[in-house]
């Protein structure tokens, strides 16, 4: 059974920074592809940023050139690194092995202005 813990939410003020890490268990970490979901409150989740096994990445147009994903296979962890952190990136932060069902409880960002 797929599982997946995420951390290092918290409260910043606008323009800081958060990096958050996800650790995954029950997969074969280092064959999936991974990615990074959010949810705000009232809004639909939404896809964040994703990386594959062989590390290309991408990312919704609102944090590209703010976030960067990334992965380390020895640890079975996916981060994601966040600068320049707006209002509007406050939500839920949730990770997932994009072919596994699964969901992490998620971590949440919340960004003051």
């Known amino acids: 059974q797929v599982q997946l813990v995420e951390s290092g939410g918290g409260l910043v003020q606008a323009g800081g920074s958060l990096r958050l890490s996800c650790t995954a268990s029950?997969?074969?970490?280092?064959?999936?592809?991974m990615a990074w979901y959010r949810q705000a409150p009232g809004k639909q989740r939404e896809l964040v940023a994703a990386i594959t096994r062989g590390g290309i990445t991408n990312y919704v147009d609102s944090v590209q050139g703010r976030f960067t994903i990334s992965r380390d296979n020895a640890k079975n962890t996916v981060y994601l690194q966040m600068n320049s952190l707006k209002p509007e990136d406050t939500a839920v932060y949730y990770c997932?092995?994009?072919?596994?069902?699964?969901w992490g409880k998620g971590t949440l960002v919340t960004v003051s202005s």
């Open positions: 997932k092995a994009v072919s596994w069902p699964e």
């Open positions: 029950g997969i074969n970490f280092a064959i999936a592809d």
